[in-house]
Every structure is written in structure tokens, then in C-alpha cells.
């Protein structure tokens, strides 16, 4: 029997990039998975296909996680087809990648509304329809710069700083009730989301070179480790930053 066999998952930002990575992996483990989306509609029913061709269920979702009222209204789909939830995946992000000196409060709200208080929303939602025989899951996707100074990344880092405390105040508060939260943190992967850097050639470059595994963190290096963390394997691992980024953050 698969690992994830007869679990529902959502996964936020499913279309494309790390995102697409875990909701193919939970469907190849036995997952039936739902994936939300922003802009890229032709993507997002890419990664559907992908879904279904490991015989699983596809779900796709349109909805800003900035919005809760979109949160809510995605949640009422997926309780209306799926039933309940046993797995949910808050990776969709975005942000304004630009000097602190040029940062506006209007950047600052928007990239801590996607990347960090999106969380609050989907986890009161995840609560109110999850699978009551079941261990909940849940897994934040962060990046290295919530805790290292990047160029241009002050918004981003500090968005991802608050959701990784975030993640460690919602497992405190929910392993009593049988839900277990963590977060992956990933090093630099080479998405889309890159494209948004100015120096993206220099990143990959520098990121490989200081790399100790000697290659860049792949989407399926993620995911493999969301997989792990969906497991009973992981049973004791609560409110934790898993790094997967082959050892490039431990160097001086
Ligand atoms: N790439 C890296 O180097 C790296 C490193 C560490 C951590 N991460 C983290 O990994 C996660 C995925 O990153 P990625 O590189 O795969 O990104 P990506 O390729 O840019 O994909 C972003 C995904 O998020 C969705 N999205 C963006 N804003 C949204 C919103 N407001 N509401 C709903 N969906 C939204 C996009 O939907 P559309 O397709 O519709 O636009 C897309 O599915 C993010 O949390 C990112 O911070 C990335």
C-alpha cells in the first residue's frame, strides 16, 4: 500500500515550480490532491494531468491566498468534492523584490498578506473540515532568507521569518488536537520565481559553488522531504524548519 493512500491534500500554488513537485509526489503516493492557482490557468491544468495520470483525483482551485474570503470560498469546493482534508500544503508566495530603501507599506502588506498571514486563514479552514479519524498535516514552505540578509529580499525574508513563527506557535497550539505543522525551507531551486531576480544567472552560479552536495536543491528535493514529513515516519517532528538545500546554509 502507497504511503498516503486515501488522503486528501491541498497545496497552495500547485500550478507550476516546487509547488507542482509536491502535488505530483502526494498523488504518486496515493493522495488525491487539489491545487490552487493565481494567473496560470494552462499550468495549473498541466500539474492536473500530471495528477491524474498517477490514477489519482485533481482538483483545481482558482484563489488568492491574500484573500480570505477566497481562502473560504476554495474551502467550500473542496468540502463539497473531497469531503475533508488530511494534508495542506501553504506554499504559494510572491512579494516585492526590491532595496528596504525603495519599500513601501503598500509592498510590505502585500508580500506578508501571500507569504505569512495566508496561513492563519487556511489553517482555521483546514481545522474546520479535516479528516477527524486522521492526523491533520500541515507544511509552510519557507526559504533560507528568513534568517539570511539577500539583496533586495527584505519584504520576502522577513515574510518567511513570520512564517516559520507562525508555524511554531500553530504546532504548540494544534498537536493537541491532533494536527502537526512544520515548515521545509529550501534553497535557491530554479523556478520561475527566479526570473523575478535581477541577478539570477550570479544566484545559481554562487549557489552552486557554495553548495557542499555539489548541485542546486531541485522542486523533488522538496517534495521528497514534504512526503517525509506527511508520514508517520515524522510523527515527533513538530513546529520545525526542515533545510533542504544540500548544505549550502551551514557554511561560513
Ligand atoms: N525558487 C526558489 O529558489 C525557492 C527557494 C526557497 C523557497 N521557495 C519557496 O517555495 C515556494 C514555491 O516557490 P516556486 O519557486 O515554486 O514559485 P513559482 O514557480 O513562482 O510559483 C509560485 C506559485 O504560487 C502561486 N501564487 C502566487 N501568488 C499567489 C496568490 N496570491 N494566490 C494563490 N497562488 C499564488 C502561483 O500561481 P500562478 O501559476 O497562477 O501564478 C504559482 O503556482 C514559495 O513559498 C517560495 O518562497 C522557493
Redesign the pocket.
Known sequence: MKVLEGKKALV?????????AIAVRLAEAGADVAI??????T??LETAKMIEETGRRALVLK????EPSQVDGMFKIIRAEFGNLDILVS????GVLKPALELTMRHWHWTMD??AATLIPLTQNFYRIKNPDATGIIIA????GAVRAIPNYTA?GAS?AALESIVRHLAAELAPKNIRINAI??????????KHFPNREELLSESLKRTPAGRL?T?ND?ADVAIFLCSDLASMIHGQTIIVDGGHSILA
Request: charged share 15%.
Open positions: 497552495t500554488g500547485g500550478s507550476r515550480g516546487i509547488g507542482r490552487n492557482y493565481l494567473r496560470q490557468n499550468r495549473a484563489a488568492n491566498v491574500a506554499n504559494a508566495a510572491s501571500i507569504n514552505v519557507s526559504s533560507l520576502v518567511k525551507s529550501a534553497g535557491v531551486v530554479d523556478t520561475d520565481a527566479l536543491t522542486p522538496v
